[in-house]
């Protein structure tokens, strides 16, 4: 995977905007992003009682990190109901699939960045 392989499912340059162009900031918050994904998939089930709430943490999650389609579907299904669960899980897919391409490139630009 690399930066070519970005579907446009997360605004990298809002998020690289909003993190003052620190990438140890993004790194750290992509991170934080992908472990709580791994908890907020279980959460997306109708059959769970708490998964209003699992939508609404990740709908703000999201939005913080410039994956506004993710935020977007999150926001049907808060409204519309446990029907749009498999849009949320769509988006969260592609949003970390994102994540995942835009980490392989800049761990490719670090190797190509001159040692001090």
Known sequence: MARRDLTGAVDFDYLEEFAAGDI????????????????????????????RDAVHTIKGS????????????????ESL???????????LNAALADVA???????????KSPRD
């Open 101 to 111: 391409a835009y980490a392989h490139e800049q761990a490719l630009q670090s190797l």
């Open 81 to 91: 109901g446990a029907a749009h669960l498999d849009a949320v899980r769509d988006a």
């Open 62 to 77: 999201a939005r913080g990190v410039g994956a506004f389609a993710l935020g977007e579907a999150c926001a049907q299904a």
């Open 24 to 51: 140890q900031v993004i790194e750290e918050v992509l991170a934080l992003f992908r472990e709580q994904a791994a908890i907020w998939s279980a959460m997306l089930d109708p059959g769970f009682d708490g998964w």
